[in-house]
């Protein structure tokens, strides 16, 4: 059954308390998602200019990177760890920004 044939058979106070659930996980900052074993929303490329770790403006040659930790937008002197995330699916290693590295 899709979401939208499932969305149809809810009584209204059901997709009342669903679309109130999807909200209120909506509104969790990414930096901590990862309690409820989300994988973070990453920020879209085209609205940061810097990045989001050490403010340093992105060019030809400072790439962008997601951290798949907090999806935050990074240059690669700010991601160089790799760390497992296993609640997001990810066995081996992949990018993760220092911040959420030295955290976790």
């Known amino acids: 059954m899709s979401t939208r044939e499932r969305q149809l ?9 669903s679309d109130k659930a999807q909200y209120d996980i909506n509104r969790i900052d ?5 309690i409820l074993n989300m994988a ?6 085209e609205k940061v200019q810097a ?17 798949r930790c907090c999806g935050k937008v990074v240059c690669d002197d700010c ?6 995330l ?11 920004c220092s911040n959420c590295a030295k955290n976790k």
């Open 9 to 17: 058979s809810m009584s209204t106070k059901e997709k009342e308390l």
């Open 30 to 34: 990414s930096d901590k998602r990862w």
């Open 40 to 45: 973070p929303d990453w920020v879209p490329d």
């Open 51 to 67: 990045c989001q770790r050490c403010a340093k403006p992105f060019s030809f040659t400072n790439r962008r990177h997601h951290c």
């Open 79 to 84: 991601s160089k760890s790799r760390i497992p």
């Open 86 to 96: 296993p609640q997001y699916g990810f066995l081996d290693p992949v990018r993760a």
